[in-house]
């Protein structure tokens, strides 16, 4: 133990002794880091929003629906219905989580001389849509509980329809026996979500109107809505064993956020790439301080050397110069990187909408343990690897020529 520290005070020693080329060092470290760790922490902000408003709006935490509905349910959904009555025991859910039922309906909505299609989901306005975080408001208000004959319209279909708040648009839809249920209803609000094609057909209404229109009475899913988005795979467990197989299919909503999985993909296919550049800053800048080092203290690694210090030692020396640069470099990033998470939040600029994307966002930072630990990681395994070789060429000088050289 008592020779680890002094190994550790003797390379501290050594970067002291090289201020500036140490200095250099640990800013380029620094920089990178800071990069990486704000790429990743502004990504895993956005994503984070993006996720939560594709679970509130769409999909829930958990989904229960009949057998073969997520497959071929859009395309005849009246022969996947569920009963009316909720079958799922709230006891086997974390605490505050609510079960909430949705109807999917598809017609045409008119207003004046504009008719044109919508995908629609009838919704209980006490449990569902209760927040931002499910769709954002841009004009009225959202639905809300005792609301009937109300509806709530996606950004982009009531702009095609040119309706706003307060006025009255027609719905029609086919109804399981084939016939036509139409039924006038007063415009509540226009909301935006994160998805734009979502927001060009969605027409949302209270879920007394939707069976009213349909003339059903149960529903085609299940949405259960957790507090805490992390829960949601230990609560998949006990709802699944709860409800028979043959009768209910219990998807998370991973399982079902296609697109949120593909964007999110295809971003963190963007932070490798910069991780990857990080990882050659710090290499090509380490390499080359290191090998300064080496060559500028060559008589003294002969002395070393000829006093009895070990290959090992003085390979074990140099790469713990190293390490200390990666762990003090990224400590610098790290800081630097909270320091610019504070800023964005005082600022409280707000970000365009990636593309395909409705509605802008806050733009912030995310920054996780396991993120600062990556980091961390990175940078004293990739200083400690770009110290190798010179660390290996001073360990293989011969002693007398070493010595030599110095003078």
Partial sequence: ?????????????????QFRRSLTALLSIGFGVAALLVATGFNAAMFEEFREATIRSQFGHLQVTRPGFQERGRSDPWAYM????????????????????????????????????????????????????????????????GDHRHVVLGEGLARQLEVAPGESVVLLVNTPTGQLGAAEAEVAGVFSSFSQEFDDAALLLPLSLARELAQVEGAHAWLVFLQDTSA??????????????????????????????????????????????????????????????????????????ALGNTRASVLRGFLLEGALLGLLGAVLGVL??????????????????????????????????????????????TTTLASFYPAWRASRMEIVEAIRHAR
């Fill in 336 to 381: 630097a990187a909270l320091g610019i998470g504070q800023l964005l939040a005082l600022a409280a600029i707000e970000m365009p909408p990636p593309p395909t994307f409705a509605r802008s966002y806050d733009a912030a930072l995310l920054i996780t343990p396991p993120m600062v630990l990556e980091v961390l990681l990175i940078a004293i395994v």
């Fill in 82 to 145: 569920l009963p009316g009555e909720i079958a799922v025991d709230s006891a086997l859910l974390p605490p505050a989580s609510t079960v909430s039922p949705r109807l999917l309906l598809n017609g045409l909505v008119s207003f004046g001389e504009l008719t044109l299609p919508f995908m629609s989901e009838g919704i209980d306005p006490a449990r569902d849509m209760l927040d931002d975080r499910s769709l954002r408001i841009e004009q009225g208000r959202r639905l809300a509980a």
């Fill in 232 to 305: 949601t795979a230990s609560a998949l467990g006990p709802v699944r064993n709860a409800l028979p197989a043959d009768a209910f299919d219990v998807q998370p909503w991973y399982a079902l956020a296609e697109f949120y999985a593909r964007a999110s993909a295809l971003f963190q296919q963007q932070l490798d790439l910069v991780k990857g550049i990080v990882v050659f800053i710090i290499l090509l800048g380490i390499g080359n301080t290191m090998m300064m080092s080496v060559l500028e203290r060559t008589g003294e690694i002969g002395t070393v050397m």
């Fill in 1 to 17: 133990m008592s020779a680890l520290l002094m190994s550790l005070l003797l390379a501290l020693r050594n970067l002291r002794r």
